[in-house]
């Protein structure tokens, strides 16, 4: 490995050529080799800036979902008229590999999961296909129903609209047009209030007025849920083409209920409900307690679907928030931002690459002139930051599964330009200078590396292939391992050469002794450890594949056993709104060993 310019003689050499071909022409010309460098470090950084920032990556939740809604309807009339006969007409189709159906007052919930290998939008195709052929569907009091492909929604921001002062009603009041306000944002889609009690319009009936207009508490029903639906009742042909008849008479607040028509008399008079009965707008009667430090409190949730970007969503909100100008008497304040911990997750990673190639370097500077050894540590991060430029083109985004790809590349990243170096180092051994032994040794290696490469991507492949929910994770691993493969091997054949070219050392006294001392020192095991070790397991074939059996099998032992428990993901458990969180953990620890269930408020 030494680096020297002169030989044992001390004359100099004659001028060495790299050769032809793409490696000699970059080990020949380091301002080439610098240039690409700089192309990666740039694009990367530049790319790396405007790629989305997710928690998880795009996710196919593989199940298409039929709601239909329909006020007024029992549980049991949901599931007769609205859920079997959905489950009639998609349990036969092509894809599908099981449906499940969920019937609630007023709510009708269809959820068809799809087979292994089913194109989701095609069985979305046909699934709205089945439906809209059932016969007289759906039903006259129902509102025609919602199929679309189920989306991984995550919390990106929740705010909190508090007040001590103000009632419950102006309270919600004031998370409803926050709400509004929100749902104006560009990158804002889905809003929805926790911690409040849902909103009830009751209908008091006096029996009086009912029996003064001959009029029963059935009829009355009956229009008021005729006059508060949004029905559509079929396509009108015409010449000129068709018409879809669609009414909008939905009502939500009490004084809208007050004008509905009940009976018009003979002399052209309209009775109202508001004639007959007493319309108030009120809450749901359940046990709701919601507080941020003490302070009655109405929570706004932000989610984002995996196509949107966490921080560009949550520096909108931001943006707004600083604006807003509140209620009197009332405070919108920020109370839970899950952009921070994918920035965070980020920053470790930037932070675990740098402290890796610190490490790299620290123990390659024993082995290694300070020239390469600083050259080899710097492919490390150039591989990772390079890979940035393909990730806008292949559609990726910054999310926990491109994090991971890269933790599993570090290693393989490192063997790449560890290899050729030590390849240029053994050329120099052997009599080679400048140029000339920094592309041959790149080229004695060209053909062992890049087959360990395309070996590496190939056990990658697999991962494409992966249709679970949870482990749809995975998919991005083949295009991250490519990116950062392809960029390392850019690296090491044709930037690494160009800096490795010169002979000069950069070691100086007391280094270069303790690189020699080291060497020695690694020689020694070489030769009375390693080789005697791997000369006897040669010698005992059978006896080394027995111990490589009984490693794997006690191996396989320990996980069966559960004393090395897999945990895929924290759990986050929502309990019923009447049950405090601190007695749902206490209830599940009871089931479960140890302290597994935390409460946090």
Not at 186 to 215: C, F, Y
Request: proline content about 4%; glycine content about 8%; aromatic content about 6%.
């Amino acid at each position: 490995m030494d680096m020297s310019t002169s030989d044992a003689g001390g004359t100099a050499q004659p001028a060495a050529t790299p050769g032809k071909g793409l490696i000699g022409y970059f080990a020949g010309n380091p301002v080439a080799a610098n240039l690409l460098m700089l192309v990666f470090i740039v694009g990367g950084i530049a790319s790396g800036f405007g790629l989305a920032v997710q928690n998880f990556p795009e996710i196919d939740l593989r199940t298409v979902s039929v709601n239909v809604r329909s006020p007024g309807s029992s549980a049991q009339e949901v599931e007769q008229d609205i859920n079997r006969r959905v489950e009639e007409s998609v349990i036969g189709l092509a894809g599908v590999e099981r449906v499940v159906a969920t019937a609630t007052e007023g709510h009708g919930r269809v959820r068809i999961e799809l087979a292994a290998f089913a194109d989701s939008g095609t069985v979305l195709n046909d699934v709205r296909n089945a439906v809209d052929a059932i016969e007289n569907f759906p039903p006259l009091n129902a509102e025609r129903p919602e199929i679309e492909l189920a989306r991984l929604t995550i919390e990106a921001m929740t705010l909190a609209v508090s007040s001590s002062v103000v009632s419950e009603d102006e309270l919600r009041l004031a998370a409803e047009a926050v709400r509004s306000e929100l749902l104006e944002l560009p990158s804002v889609s889905q809003v929805t209030l926790r911690g409040t009690r849902d909103r009830e319009i009751a209908i008091e009936l006096s029996e009086e007025e009912l029996r003064r207009n001959d009029l029963t508490i059935s009829q009355v029903s009956n229009a008021v849920q005729r006059a508060s639906l949004n029905l559509t009742f079929g396509e009108l042909r015409t010449e000129s083409g068709g018409v879809v008849l669609h009414t909008v008479a939905k009502r939500s607040i009490g004084e809208e209920f007050e004008g509905i028509a009940l009976i018009t008399q003979l002399d052209g008079t309209i009775l109202t409900l508001g004639d007959v009965a007493e319309v108030r707008d009120g809450f749901v009667d359940d046990d709701i307690v919601s507080e941020v430090n003490g302070t009655p409190a109405v929570f706004v949730r932000v989610d984002a679907t995996e196509q949107q970007s966490i921080t560009d969503m949550v520096s909108d909100i931001r943006s707004w928030l600083a604006g807003y100008d509140a209620p009197q008497d009332i405070r919108v304040s920020v109370w839970n931002d899950r952009a921070q911990p994918a920035l965070d997750r980020l920053a470790g990673i930037a932070r675990n690459g740098l402290a890796g190639a610190a490490l790299v370097f620290v123990l390659l500077l024993l082995v290694f002139d300070l020239r390469a050894a600083t050259w080899i540590a710097v492919g490390i991060p150039l591989s990772f930051i390079g890979s940035l430029m393909f990730f806008g083109p292949a559609n990726l985004t910054l999310n926990m599964g491109t994090l991971l790809g890269f933790f599993l590349m570090v290693g393989l990243v490192v063997d790449d330009a560890l290899v050729v170096g030590e390849s240029i180092a053994a050329e120099r051994d052997n009599g080679k200078r400048g140029a000339e032994a920094a592309a041959a040794g790149a080229r004695a290696v060209v053909g062992p590396i890049t087959i360990g490469a395309c070996t590496t991507l190939l056990a990658f492949v697999p991962f494409l292939f992966v249709t679970a929910t949870v482990t749809q994770l995975v998919n991005v691993f083949p295009y991250v391992a490519f990116f950062v493969l392809s960029v390392s091997l850019i690296e090491a054949f044709l930037i690494l050469p160009a800096h490795l070219s010169r002979d000069e050392r950069w070691s100086r006294e007391p280094l270069r002794t303790l690189q020699d001392r080291v060497c020695v020192w690694i020689d020694r095991i070489r030769d009375r450890t390693v080789v005697p070790a791997v000369s006897w397991s040669v010698r005992h074939g059978s006896s080394t594949l027995a111990a490589g059996a009984a490693l794997v099998l006690f191996s396989l032992l320990l996980v069966g056993s559960e004393a090395v428990r897999v945990i895929v993901f924290d759990a986050e458990m929502n309990p019923p709104e009447n049950v405090q969180v601190a007695d749902a953990a206490s209830a599940v620890n009871e089931q479960l060993p140890g302290e597994s269930i935390e409460a946090v408020s």
